[in-house]
């Protein structure tokens, strides 16, 4: 296993959310709301994003019809207490790939104050 190292703490991030209305990923003023940043099960806790110096909007967005993209300073994120680790995936497919670790599952109030904390990227 590859020894994961901590992302810098001047970097930013980008983290996507689902653009449909019924997903409630979005505030009506087009801020994110908690569910962006919110672990689910499957993520084991690891939430992942994109390092922006590693990647580009487009690529970290994907599908822009299906997505919304969001950017949050790493300052931000070990503010309140969480870490993010370089996370590149295994077969080359993302190289900007990382996990921001520290919260729980169960955690209402962490997933907001990121949110709080985010910018929306217009593509």
Do not use: C
């Amino acid at each position: 296993m590859i020894e994961r190292k901590l992302v810098a703490n001047n970097e930013w991030l980008f983290r996507r959310g689902y653009a449909s209305p019924e997903k409630k990923y979005m505030n009506p003023d087009g801020t994110a709301t908690s569910r962006v940043f919110k672990l689910r099960e499957r993520d084991q806790g690891e939430l992942s994003v994109d390092v922006v110096s590693l990647t580009t909007p487009e690529k970290s967005i994907g599908d822009k019809t299906k997505f919304m993209l969001f950017k949050i300073s790493n300052s931000a994120i070990i503010d309140i207490e969480l870490q993010t680790f370089h996370s590149p995936e295994s077969d080359g497919s993302n190289v900007a790939h990382a996990v921001i670790v520290g919260m729980q599952l169960e955690d209402e109030i962490k997933p907001g104050l990121l949110a709080r904390k985010s910018s929306r990227v217009y593509l």
